[in-house]
């Protein structure tokens, strides 16, 4: 059976009390959008459409940025959850399968919740995620009888007797595409907050001898977030999800309540991570790599043997190859480390290639910034760069080559070639001794007169 998403993300989130719209705020440095987004890919769906509102084309983007194929609609003005579905009739309506629709701002859902939803539907007309919430507060209450779920009251509109119901409505909620939009259509906007809810489809089907039903899923998942408050609960439930997962799978965290995993960080198995290490987005670390202590890493790959750190920064474009050693106070960008490479100390490589088994000096900087544009620096394979050599890119050193230390490489260093860029050393007999002599004499004088 093919399957179609909707996910809503028009809402404003007033109580975020942000110029950024909520759905753009990031969980483990994703936005929640993309959260949800990742939830619903596991399905392999056949199309995703994201409803925007406010901030619509910040959002779009974003949607964009994570997937290219999905199809964007606006909801101009936000009228409920039952209209924001509404706009994505013209996409939608008349695929066969089902729709499972969404929220932006719930980044939790498993896929095995939503699999569990589809297994449902084949059973019955609409199904609805639910969880049993410890303080049920003014979420939706799923009205039952047995397995069967006959309506949902907006808390807003529930009498006491409803109120009391713990069972509350996660938003989540999937039907055929044929079934939901004609329900939709049927909904009208009489009830407290005047708006056009998506719930009512429940209480419309069932008055058709529609069958819809509940599945249940852990109150975890369904965390919602609307206030800075939640979001940094979202992100704490999220790091502890992923430091479980990471041990799970057979990665040594010294210290796990202090290391920070964004959504799509992958780590092979024996890999080490130490104390205070921070992942941002787009990190892959080979098996049994070591990352030392506090560590910050985005955007970089560091292959098998490889150990980082402590305190060094690996930035978006590092390709560490295997065996490839970075020690502390070392920044790499954009720049492929081949087999081998040391880079022991206080060092920034950017914008360059390094050939195997180079080794780079303490105090080394590639020069890569002119002011204006940025240019590439080559090393080859098993050169020696000295200590404190500054090499002002673009420039290419050889292979086997070796500059001396406190050198500035203006020039390319052909292969096997000793490069020396720096002020000849003239050394002058006995004048230390008698510089010391003279100013011990000026202090002596100063301290009688
Ligand atoms: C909704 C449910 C409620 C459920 C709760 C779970 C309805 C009527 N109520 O209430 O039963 O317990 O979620 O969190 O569905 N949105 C739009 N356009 C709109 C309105 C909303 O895109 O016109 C989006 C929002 O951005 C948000 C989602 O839909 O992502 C839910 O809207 P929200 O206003 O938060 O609904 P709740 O009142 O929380
Ligand atoms: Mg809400």
Redesign the pocket.
Known sequence: MQVSLII??????SRMNSDLP??LHKVAAAPLLHHAMAAGATLSPVATIV????GGDEVAASALKFDPDVVITR?E????????VDQARAALEGQPGDVIVL????PFIRAETLEAMLEARARNAVVVLGFQAADPG????LITEGDSLER?V??KDANEAERAVTL????VICASAKDLFALIAEIGNANA?G??????VVGIARSKGLTATVVVCDEAE?L?V?TRAQLAAAEAAFQARARAEALETGVTLTAPETVFFALDTIIGRDAIIGPNVLFGPGVTIESGAEIKGFCHLEGCHVSRGADVGPFARLRPGAELAEDVHIGNFVEIKNAILDEGVKVGHLTYIGDADVGEFTNIGAGTVTCNYDGVMKHRTRIGKRAFIGSDTMLVAPVTVGDDALTGSGSVITEDVPAGAVALGRAKQVSKPGLALKLMEKLRAIKAAKSKG
């Open positions: 809503l993300a028009a809402g404003q989130g909520k759905v409803v925007v509102g406010h909801q003005e936000q009228k409920g959850t039952g209209h924001a929220y932006g701002d719930t003014r979420y939706g209450r949902i907006e808390y509350c409505n996660s938003g907050s708006e056009y809810y998506l719930t009512d369904t919602g609307n």
